[in-house]
């Protein structure tokens, strides 16, 4: 097969000007280079499209591919993610992850939360705020946790996003509003251990490749998994196996949410436990980031013994038997 691929080259927008912190959820030459090399030991031939403005240009010259491996960010809007997926919808061309729908809701974290608390999965109480003004009105009980509304990677998360009086959540907030020009996610903070769970397949098919604990070490930026702890996350986080009751209460919580939102393929979701021990969906990444050592989807893979080509290779096989 002809399978084509979609993607934001972190490269690209950094030589426009765009800074780091902007480009965080863009991938690396590297990332693109081992998912063409992994297509390539399917059997398949891969062709590298790159960002929707390349894709339009192809389309419009009337390329065609058997499948498209799509992992395009986007940059503007609560659509970004939905962009790609829609243009290959409009021309039914078949492509791997989630459609634009599942996409699009998945990246508004209180939208999401919605869906998730409505379908009686827990996750930690919220309040989605658009201007400073609407800080005074929030009542829930402190520690407050803060984070713009529709990013990814940490983006906006730092130590300054734990809250603890209202001075400081209105400061911060203010803060957040004005440097990303988007609504802002205030919920209680969830004060237990943190999960990330792996998930690959769609409908029956669908289950965990392993759970992880992500473990702040001293050096970290304490007690939040932030942008910074991330980025530097070789150095400063441990991912640890993990499956005791706790954990698996995690897995089956990912596993209900993933299914609850129709995300489809592979994906990942975060969850934190409360001070009763019960994990709390924190959010879902239905395009999780597949850097062979840096992605949190590729280490807990790796942890469980599947290799990249294996992760790859079941990623594509269940976008296969999904499209018939």
Known sequence: MRIGMTYDLRDDYLAMGFAEEETAEFDRESTIQAIENAIRNMGHEPIRIGNIQALVEELAAGKQWDLVFNIAEGLYGFGRESQVPALLDAYRIPYVFSDPLVLALTLHKGMTKHVIRDMGLPTADFVVITSKDEVHKIDLPYPLFVKPVAEGTGKGVTPASKIAGQSVLLETCDKLLREFRQPILVE????????????????????????????????????????????????????????????????????????????????????????????NFIEINPLAGLHPEHSDLCIIAATYGISYQELLKEIVQSALQRIG
């Open 188 to 279: 209680t903070f969830l004060q237990g251990r943190e999960f990330t769970v792996g998930i690959v397949g769609n409908g029956a098919q669908t289950r965990s490749i392993g759970v992880m604990e992500i473990i702040l070490l001293d050096h970290s930026e304490p007690e939040v998994y932030s942008y910074h702890n991330k980025e530097f996350c070789e150095d400063l986080v441990e991912y640890r196996r993990v499956d005791d009751s706790e954990a698996k209460q995690a897995e089956e919580i990912a596993i209900a949410s993933y299914k609850v939102l129709g995300c489809r393929d592979a994906g990942r979701v975060d969850l934190r436990s409360d001070a009763r021990g019960i994990p």
